[in-house]
């Protein structure tokens, strides 16, 4: 299964940690214009990198060619 968020802000961040819960095998994407680095962790905002593992798509035209395939 693949699952896209489009952005990840706190909300969308809380909701690809409860996804990646429910959804173990599942690929995730993010959809970001913005490239902010800060990640939610227990209410606090704190700033890193790396995050969960998760792909950057930039173009939506990627989206659509994997549509395709």
């Not at 606090?44 to 173009?59: A, G």
């Amino acid at each position: 299964m693949n699952i896209l968020f489009l952005g990840l802000g706190s909300i969308g961040q809380r909701h690809l940690i409860n996804a990646k819960k429910i959804f173990k095998k599942a690929k995730f994407y993010a959809f970001r214009k913005k490239n902010s680095n800060l990640i939610i962790k227990n209410v606090k905002v704190k700033k890193k990198i790396k995050f969960i593992k998760i792909l950057q798509i930039r173009n939506l035209q990627i989206i659509k060619r994997s549509k395709e395939n």
